[in-house]
């Protein structure tokens, strides 16, 4: 009977040992299987995350391929823009040049001889004629107020650079046919002037010679007594 209740116990020792051993490599499995599916989540994760990575760069290179692109264009149009306001301003200053100049910039002054002890001196150019509206056949018109009187004071202007505004004691007189001659000194009566002006048919008047005076030999007739 101890011998039977020996063997019953080594069988159920046996059988316990055995079902420990089976439940150990119930564990060991899962645990072989765990470790299996955690190593294939890293790997697949990895994957896409090196795959973000690679669509993160990619965006960025495109991004900073259109930024570089637009600021490209920006910049060719900002240059095309300088350009054409270069262009612009170089004809703005080339037209204000004609205004101002008015063709006077190519006259060729010449200095000649003259006899008369009041002249310094005196000189001739190749003055253009004052644009006029007069019309054929010409006739000198004396009248301070008249369109004639006022282009021959602009001839005298244009030949000695004094503003008609700035002439004083000014007398006019006849020097022949379609001319006249102008003898006039600045407000400071610093300058003194003489200068011939001829008509030129269907042109206007034009300045022919220049002469700078010691003194106003005209000025007399604006005394009191004459």
Known sequence: ??????????????????????????????????????????????????????????????????????????????????????????????????????????????????????????????????PTNQEEPHEIVWEKTSEDWEEMMRAASLATGLSTENMIYLWVAGNGEQQVITTFSNSEESEHYRVFIAWIENQGWKPTQVEILNENDQKYRFTSEN
């Open 1 to 130: 009977m101890p011998e039977d209740f020996d063997q019953y116990s080594r069988l159920n020792r046996f059988e316990k040992r055995r079902k420990n051993t089976k439940w150990l490599s119930y564990l060991a499995l899962l645990g072989v299987a765990l470790i299996i599916c955690f190593i294939a989540i890293l790997v697949f994760s990895g994957g896409e995350d090196d795959d973000a990575l690679e669509d993160t760069a990619a965006k960025s290179e495109l991004n900073e391929d259109n930024v570089t692109s637009e600021a490209d264009t920006q910049d060719t149009e900002q240059d095309q823009e300088d350009v054409n306001e270069t262009t612009d301003t170089d004809e703005l200053a080339e037209e204000q040049l004609e205004l101002e100049t008015d063709g006077t910039e190519e006259v060729n002054l010449e200095v000649v001889e003259s006899e008369d002890e009041n002249v310094i001196e005196a000189y001739t150019g190749n003055w253009n004629p004052i």
